[in-house]
């Protein structure tokens, strides 16, 4: 795949400046903003769920929990509260799932033998903190994708970041871009750089950090994604991750003021939402259950797969 850019102007990268004040003072408009109720709000929170990366990132993932993310993937939502929304024939199901570099195959296998083309995303170049040789995350990056993975998530090497080698950055990310082939690269994070070295997503954190997507980081970048598309014509995806507990439809809600509807759909907005028992896919199901019955549900009327 081609790179997204033909400027190699790192220049735009080291003056570029983030207004901290204007930026939290945005964040706070988008947080009070009126979120669509009723039927526009579980109209909403059905595109939320379509959004979605299911993930499993944990130490004791095995074969089995892979299969059961994969099965509550491909019906995030009870069939019988689609079929009383008249969505029954939709094809709701999330975004993809997410998973270790050697659980590909395990989920890759579980998707096919439901005949699904639900895609499968690996996390790969030394996640979560990148700091294996190259050539080890490299070669991460080519099995992962040999196996079947649709999608990459890689972690940038944050030392390069923080000491503003822009350059060998860009030469390091090019060389993922690479290793990727066909497969999507979301790249976590320095915005600029990943965008111009061929990136289809950047994300806001590993999910592994003490402080991982916020508002006011979502408004940074969703600003840069829309400056490198004025100025280069590429569209790039986004994607919030890692610790989100703000309300699901506050991050549609940005992503529409922001970029635009024409990015609120899969293929340039994803969601991180860690294991079965994700807080955003729980809620967003909660809130369904409650518009479609006018009651809460008990956690048990909410199966997990």
């Not at 909403?44 to 994969?70: E, F, H, K």
């Not at 690996?122 to 995350?137: E, I, K, M, N, Y």
């Not at 040999?146 to 000491?163: C, K």
């Amino acid at each position: 795949m081609p790179l997204h850019c033909c400027v190699s102007d790192l220049e735009w990268v080291s003056k570029s400046r983030v207004n901290t004040q204007a930026v939290l003072k945005r964040a706070q408009q988008i947080q009070s903003f009126r979120l669509p109720k009723k039927q526009w709000q579980a109209a909403w929170l059905l595109r939320a769920v379509t959004c979605i990366d299911l993930t499993t990132l944990s130490g004791d993932d095995t074969p089995s929990n892979v299969q059961r993310l994969c099965l509550k993937a491909l019906q995030p939502i009870r069939s019988d509260l689609l079929q009383d929304m008249d969505m029954h024939h939709a094809g709701i199901t999330t975004a993809a799932v997410c998973v270790y570099p050697s659980r590909v195959s395990d989920a890759v296998k579980t998707l096919k033998a439901a005949n699904s083309s639900l895609p499968v995303a690996s996390v790969a170049t030394g996640f979560p903190a990148g700091q294996t040789p190259l050539q080890t995350r490299l070669e991460e990056v080519r099995l992962a994708v040999a196996d079947g993975a649709a999608e990459i998530d890689i972690v940038i090497n944050r030392t390069l970041a923080l000491t503003g080698q822009w350059q060998a950055l860009y030469e390091e990310l090019v060389q993922f871009r690479t290793a990727c082939g066909n497969a999507h690269m979301k790249s976590i994070l320095a915005s600029l750089v990943s965008m111009m070295a061929g990136s289809d997503f950047i994300k806001t954190s590993t999910g592994k950090e003490a402080v991982n997507a916020t508002i006011p980081v979502a408004v940074v970048m969703s600003r840069a994604i829309r400056d490198y598309y004025i100025r280069t014509g590429y569209k790039i995806g986004f994607k919030p991750a890692g610790g989100i507990r703000t309300e699901s439809l506050v991050w549609l809600v940005l992503v529409k003021e922001e970029l635009g509807s024409e990015w609120l759909s899969p293929e340039l907005f994803r969601i991180g939402a860690s294991s079965l028992l994700s807080k955003p896919l729980l809620c967003m199901c909660l809130q369904i259950y409650h518009h479609v019955t006018g009651q809460y549900a008990a956690f048990h009327e909410l199966p997990l797969a």
